[in-house]
């Protein structure tokens, strides 16, 4: 009798026989195509979009609050105070001249408190932009005083120029709020005289426009809270 083998021999697994190479992937599914003509309508409605919106007007600002504008105003009507504030001390240290000084063709500050605290915005831009109008000829003409005040000559060009600023931007406020600018003439100065007649003058008008630019600041201020 035959004895059993007892290692029987494993089930071996066949290799599997190599087949031809790698042919072509396959081609596109019907999900690409689809994708594909989804973008292709994006971009045409894209395009045609940008087209319409070339024949559309440019849309309008929003006008700024006039608010702001005033409150531009009174920060350069308090600048110019101290600019004047300080002139008007170098001044005095280096022109002294005992007494007080006037000039007949100055502005002038005759306001009690009622009528400050009534002031009316028409009436009230109207009035600072002539008044300092008024006050930017006088230090024109200050300047033009020769060798007088040529040891200022830098500080009254630089005074002068913020007057003129502050001037410029009253009359733009003026413009936006449909107000009538002031006709008021103008001062017809007298000639400039001797060195001590400058001295009195240039006293007379610092001191004069200091006051003024005081009052002005407060009265802006009031004007403003009425808009």
């Known amino acids: 009798m035959e004895s059993e083998d007892k290692n029987p021999a494993k089930p071996t697994t ?5 087949g031809p190479g790698p042919g072509p992937g396959p081609g596109p599914g019907p999900g690409s195509v689809e994708t ?7 971009l045409v409605a894209l395009l ?8 559309l007007p440019a849309p309008r600002l929003k006008p700024s609050d006039p608010r702001a504008d005033f409150d531009s105003i009174i920060s350069l009507a308090k600048n110019l105070l101290s600019d004047t504030k300080h002139l008007f001390h170098h001044f005095k240290s280096r022109y002294p001249a005992e007494g007080e000084h006037k000039m007949d063709t100055l502005p002038v500050l005759s306001m009690s408190a009622v009528e400050l605290a009534n002031i009316q915005v028409p009436g009230g831009l109207a009035r600072l ?24 000559e830098q500080d009254l060009g630089a005074l002068h120029a913020r007057l003129e600023r502050l001037v410029k931007r009253l009359e733009h406020l003026m413009s936006r709020l449909n107000l009538p600018r002031p006709s008021d003439p103008l001062p017809v100065l007298p000639s400039h005289g001797t060195h001590w007649a400058v001295v009195q003058a240039g006293h007379a008008l610092f001191h004069s426009l200091h006051l003024y630019l005081d009052w002005a600041a407060r009265a802006l201020v009031l004007i403003r809270n009425k808009l």
């Open 48 to 55: 045609s979009l940008c087209e319409g919106l070339r024949g």
């Open 129 to 152: 932009s002539a008044d300092l109008l008024n006050y930017q000829k006088h230090l024109e003409w200050l300047r033009r005083a020769g060798p007088v005040l040529r040891p200022l």
């Open 14 to 18: 066949p290799f599997p026989r190599k």
């Open 36 to 42: 594909e003509g989804i973008v292709c309508r994006l």
